[in-house]
């Protein structure tokens, strides 16, 4: 019996450890699961908090963003403001570019109807070339081809005037005018011994005059360089003066070349009292002639973009003098062009040929 009772008292106490550990286990679940909720409220309210915080910043951007919507809105009223004014100011300037290009258009009807009918030339030369290029629509250069007195004589004149496209044109035309002049006494009085170193001289006075140019503080300065020619056929006499411009010829297949006077025309710094020089050549059948302003000379092209030079030009004439002035004026033209390439055209090119 005594036994028993040591057994069931032994199992008793088992059960009781067993209690005690689901008791202990029991607890030990509670304290985890109350440490679960304190830390899912607290991870609640702190993703409470963030919400609160993201949405006052959203609420803060929206805000934001319509202030900018409103200030774009405002600028892009102001743009087409601005874009209305300046399609009304560019239609104004499209009206007004539009009457200026007309202008010069008829400016270069005028300037052109002053360049001679090569077919005068017919009357004096065997055969003869012009080129005559203007940079842009309206040039400085001009040459012009006057008949004197009788069919004898004519005048030749390859001018070079200050600048290119309008301000050169102008001069251009005043050079016509006093061209006029000077033809207008030598046919009134056939006593005149005709010399284009006293037309230069004219030219000079006249121009310093009607500019007013005698002094270094005239507002103005225009003037030109250039080449004048008078051609006596029954006589067969050329007489040629330059202002800073040479002639080119051919005589006996040998190509010589005669330097103007280093002075131009009509500038403030010319001497109004300058006296230019005569030189006579007593022509013969074939031989051939070349005036040339300096655009032709100086215009840059080749590898280096050097100008075209003195000593191309005078190459090219000896190379194709024997062709005829037709031909010769495509060589003349080609190979410029050539030699240019893509270079912009640094000013207007002006070139006479003739053959006695």
Known sequence: MADQDQKDIKQLEREIRVLNKKLQRSEHNRVLYEEAQERSQAVQQSLYNDLEIKTAALEESEQKIKMRVAELNDVQKAMLNIMEDLNVEKKK??????????????????????????????????????????????????????????????????????????????????????????????????????????????????????????????????????????????????????????????????????????????????????????????????????????GYLDQNGGEKSFPFGKKRFKALIEENYKETMADQQEFFLNELEAYQDEEERNDDVTLVGFKI
């Open 93 to 294: 300037a499209e009206e007004s570019n539009k009457k200026i290009s007309e202008s010069i258009d008829y400016a270069s009807l005028i300037q052109g109807a002053l360049i001679p009918d090569n077919r005068a030339f017919k009357n004096y030369f065997q055969d003869y070339f012009s080129i005559w290029h203007p940079k842009d629509k309206v040039g400085g250069d001009i040459y012009l081809f006057e008949e004197l007195r009788d069919e004898d004589e004519c005048l030749l004149m390859v001018i070079d005037c200050t600048g290119h496209s309008v301000p050169g044109a102008f001069v251009t035309m005043l050079v016509k005018a006093i061209e006029r002049q000077i033809v207008a006494k030598i046919n009134n009085d056939h006593s005149i011994d005709v010399s284009p170193a006293w037309i230069l001289a004219y030219f000079n006075r006249k121009m310093k005059a009607l500019l007013n140019q005698h002094s270094k503080d005239s507002l103005s300065n225009a003037g030109f360089d250039g080449v004048i020619i008078y051609y006596n056929k029954k006589e067969k006499v050329l007489k040629f003066a330059g202002a800073e411009t040479p002639l080119f010829y051919i005589e006996d297949e040998e190509l010589k070349m005669i330097k103007g006077n280093r002075h131009s025309i009509g500038y403030k710094t010319s001497d109004s009292e300058y006296e230019f020089k005569d030189h006579i050549i007593e022509t013969k059948e074939g031989m051939s002639f070349y005036l040339t302003t300096d």
